[in-house]
């Protein structure tokens, strides 16, 4: 069997040694296990590391999962961005990272380590979506992922060339909509994106924006229900685009979404009779998903 490495970035790193699509000895994380994602807001911990910083940091899990295979089939790295042949071209959500030539960083870092093994980098929805298709023995089929979080990715299986930034569809004509961390208006993560939120409500965190519409708040029931009109409105492009399917709804913050309430935006805005045999599908976060769609990937030779 295949033994490859996975590494997924987000708001923290998880990486862990795949066998079979599966994850051997248990995964990695960095900050370590139990550290709370509200803790993880507050330190900000990989924002403000240097791109080299994060670069040693990758290549020490790898080192410490490949402690007994010196030779790897396969090292997968997702991470969030436009990225192409193995350059961030940019990432709004970790801005140090613009520019990076990660490929060539941790290809280097790992052989200094004394790892050889060819290096794939991929967008972390990317990931997801790979991950979704290779566990459930889908690698023949098109997979479709929305991940929300500190930012909202969309990801896709198999790999398809674009930029395929589906966080930032433009879901909203309103000037007033200029809370993405890109600097665009009007887009989809600038609405439910984790920074996004809080910018919109200085008094309140995410959480609280939710908690307080569950108790009929106006303010916060009326942004609950834009929520997930941009939601419905950014899947009903996709299906305008690629046509219909499953679509799977993952990532930290999955439990904001009310899918019926999507469901019902959905219904209003794809007509045509041939685009509305879609599904969607809720899944709780599971971390390895991206670890082993990243070495599936990786697996698979895939350039992007």
């Not at 380590?113 to 991950?131: H, K, Q, S, W, Y």
């Amino acid at each position: 069997m295949a033994i490859s490495v996975g590494v997924t970035i987000t708001d923290r790193v998880v990486a862990g040694l795949i066998e079979d699509h599966k994850v051997q000895g248990g995964l990695l994380r960095y900050p370590a296990a139990g550290t709370s994602d509200a803790s993880i807001d507050e330190m900000g911990v990989l924002i403000e590391m240097p791109a080299d910083s994060v670069c040693e940091l990758i290549c020490d899990h790898i080192a410490k999962l490949a402690a007994e295979h010196k030779t790897l089939d396969a090292v997968g790295v997702a991470m969030p961005g436009i990225i192409r042949n193995g350059i961030i071209e940019d990432s709004p959500n970790l801005p140090q990272l613009k520019g990076a030539h990660i490929a060539d960083s941790v290809r280097s870092g790992v052989a200094a380590r004394g790892i050889i093994a060819p290096v794939t980098i991929l967008n972390d929805a990317d990931a997801v979506a790979a991950g979704l298709a290779a566990t459930r023995g889908h690698l023949d089929r098109h997979v479709r992922v929305w991940t929300i979080g500190n930012g909202i990715g969309f990801g896709r299986y198999p790999y398809t060339e674009g930029p395929w930034e589906g966080g930032h569809t433009t879901v909203t004509l309103d000037p007033k909509e200029n809370y993405c961390g890109c600097g665009g208006k009007g887009h989809l993560e600038g609405i439910m994106g984790h920074r996004a939120m809080r910018l919109r409500f200085l008094d309140l965190e995410p959480d609280e924006i939710f908690a307080h519409a569950r108790k009929g708040d106006r303010r916060c029931l009326e942004f609950v229900e834009l929520w997930h009109q941009a939601l419905a409105a950014a899947t009903a492009s996709q299906i305008h685009l690629e046509g219909p399917g499953r679509f799977y709804f993952t990532g930290r913050d999955i439990q904001r979404l009310d899918l019926s309430r999507m469901k019902e935006h959905l219904w209003e805005m794809v007509k045509m009779s041939p685009l509305q045999s879609y599904t969607l599908e809720i899944l709780p976060e599971e971390p390895s998903l991206s670890v082993v769609g990243a070495a599936a990937v990786a697996l698979l030779g895939v350039r992007c």
